[in-house]
C-alpha cells in the first residue's frame, strides 16, 4: 500500500459525530471539527433532555461526551499535535484529516514531531521534502537533529539539486513520484507507543496539502516500515545516502 493509498484509507474511515439536543450548538462543533475526519449531524432524543454527542463509525458506537462539556474546553491552536483538547471524544480520532493546508502550515505541524524527537532524543525521524531544493533551506534544523547521538534522521526527497554536503543525517535522492508529491515526517518514538506520531500529506494542488496526523501506532509504524522497505538499502552505513 502506497503513502497515497494509506491517506485514502483513512479518508475512507470518516466517523459520524451526532449532536442530540444542541441545534444551537451545531455550527460551532462543526466549526471546531472541520480539519478532522468526522461528520457532525443534529438528532433529537425523545427519551433525553440532556445535551450531548455520541461519536460512531459504521454505526458502532464509540464514545459520548455532554455538549457543554466539550465546548467549555479551549481550542489548540491549528495546526497542533499538542495534547487532545476534547476527550473522550478526540481520543477515538487516531487519524485526523486535513485539507488545503499550505505550505506554511505544513512546516509548522512538522516542527510539532521534529520537537518531540529532539527532546527525547533517540529512535528514528523519517521526513519527507519532496525535493533536494526544499530540504536545503531545513538544512540547519536537521542538521542539529541529525547530530543528536542516538537519533537516527532519514530525509528523502527528488534530486533536483545536489545531495547536501553533511554528515549528520541521511540523504536519499529518490526519483519517485511518490515522494515528490508527498511530505512527511514520522517518528518512532524511541520504540515507545506512547512516543510514535506522523504527519503525512500529498499535494494534490500547487502548494495545497490534504492529508492527515496520527498518534496511532500501527500507523505510524506503517508509514516507518513503507518508507525503510521501499528506500533503503540494508547496508546503509554513511549519513550521506
Known amino acids: 500500500m502506497s503513502l497515497s493509498e494509506l491517506i485514502e484509507g483513512v479518508e475512507a474511515a470518516e466517523k459520524t459525530l451526532v449532536v442530540y439536543n444542541a441545534e444551537d450548538a451545531v455550527e460551532e462543533i462543526r466549526e471546531r471539527f472541520a480539519d478532522r475526519n468526522v461528520a457532525v449531524e443534529s438528532a433529537d432524543a425523545a427519551t433525553r433532555r440532556e445535551r450531548f454527542l455520541v461519536l460512531s463509525h459504521d454505526g458502532e458506537f464509540l464514545d459520548a461526551i455532554g455538549v457543554d462539556a466539550l465546548l467549555e474546553e479551549p481550542e489548540t491552536e491549528r495546526p497542533g499535535f499538542g495534547a487532545e483538547p476534547y476527550r473522550p471524544i478526540l481520543s477515538r480520532l487516531d487519524e485526523t484529516m486535513f485539507t488545503s493546508y499550505d505550505g506554511r502550515q505544513m512546516l509548522a505541524a512538522s516542527r510539532e514531531i521534529e520537537d518531540r ?125
Open 117 to 241: 524527537a529532539w527532546r527525547i532524543g533517540r529512535g528514528e525521524l523519517h521526513a519527507g521534502f519532496q525535493r533536494l531544493s526544499t530540504l536545503e533551506t531545513q538544512l540547519e534544523v536537521y542538521t542539529r537533529l541529525g547530530e543528536r547521538e542516538t537519533l537516527t534522521v532519514h530525509a528523502y526527497a527528488v534530486p533536483d539539486a545536489p545531495v547536501p554536503e553533511q554528515d549528520a543525517f541521511f540523504v536519499h535522492p529518490e526519483r519517485s513520484e511518490e515522494i515528490e508529491r508527498s511530505w512527511f515526517v514520522a517518528y518512532d518514538g524511541a520504540g515507545l507507543n506512547e512516543n510514535k506520531c506522523a504527519l503525512l500529506a500529498e499535494e494534490r494542488e500547487p502548494n495545497s496539502f490534504y492529508g492527515f496526523w496520527t498518534y496511532d501506532p500501527d500507523t505510524v509504524d506503517y508509514v516507518i516500515d513503507h518508507l525503510s522497505s521501499s528506500y533503503l538499502q540494508p547496508d546503509v552505513s554513511s549519513a550521506d545516502g
